[in-house]
């Protein structure tokens, strides 16, 4: 009975790692992130996952065993900015790896062969073996590119409304108006026209015009004028003998 017991067992153990080999590879194969798993002794990158080639636009062969070394050129990595090269000891792999630490949701982006640039949100942890060392890092980032973009949509309209709002005035309270000639009353009890005070207190500025009705009776007035100039000037005492003599001759 031992016997047996002795026998299944190391049946029963591979059976175990190779369902555990399985759940690793359809969480590598599935998950909707960049996962990635380093060899911290050989210092090489193990295994990447699916979506972590579609974030990076390579294949995976191009991703993994890569040295450590040369991961942030090979990868194409660049600085939240999307223009700074970072150094190696400055990338999350290696400060986890020396500080033994946990590194969260640090931005990182990635240029794909088109030029493009995906901006990743990136978290890398230690395993550590029995002695307490590093012997594997576990590398997840997601993909925040229209997050990145929505954001920046967002603060774009956020300066363009607060220079709206810096070049607005509003007038609002009751005006004091003169009722014969127009001019307003200030604050301080002064008298000023119309054009002065709104300018005074607002982005207008104003012009000259003549409105099309108000340009018909200004000449009608200047025509009628014009004749009650004329009709006085032929009524006058000279005018009387003038036209008189002309009559005569």
């Not at 995976?60 to 070394?69: N, Q, S, V």
């Not at 050129?73 to 000891?89: A, T």
């Not at 990136?122 to 590093?134: A, R, T």
Request: net charge neutral.
């Amino acid at each position: 009975m031992g016997e047996n017991a002795l026998r299944i067992y190391p049946e029963r153990e591979g059976y175990e790692l190779q369902s555990k080999a399985r759940y690793f590879d359809a969480i590598i194969d599935n998950v909707p992130e960049g996962l990635a798993l380093v060899d911290a002794e050989s210092r090489i990158i193990r295994s990447v996952s699916r979506y972590a080639a579609l974030y990076a636009g390579r294949s995976r062969t191009e991703l993994e065993g890569i040295p450590l070394d040369e991961v942030v050129e090979r990868w194409h990595l660049f600085k939240s900015d999307g223009v700074s090269k970072p150094e190696n000891e400055e990338f999350i792999i290696f400060r986890t790896i020396d500080q033994k630490a946990c590194f969260e949701n640090e931005e990182w982006v990635f240029m794909k062969p088109n030029g493009a640039r995906v901006t990743v949100l990136m978290n890398s942890c230690p395993i550590l073996d029995g002695n307490g060392d590093v012997s594997e890092v576990a590398l997840s980032w997601i993909d925040i590119s229209e997050h990145k973009a929505t954001e920046e949509r967002i603060r774009n309209l956020n300066l363009e409304l607060n220079e709206a709002l810096r070049r607005v005035k509003v007038l609002s309270g009751m005006l004091n108006v003169c009722a014969v000639c127009k001019r307003i009353q200030d604050d301080r009890g002064n008298w000023q026209s119309l054009e002065k005070y709104i300018e005074q207190r607002s982005e207008a500025v104003f012009s000259q015009a003549y409105a099309r009705t108000a340009l018909k009776g200004f000449t009608a007035a200047r025509i009628k004028a014009r004749k009650n100039r004329e009709n006085k000037s032929h009524h006058s005492p000279l005018a009387r003998t003038f036209y008189r003599n002309r009559t005569t001759l």
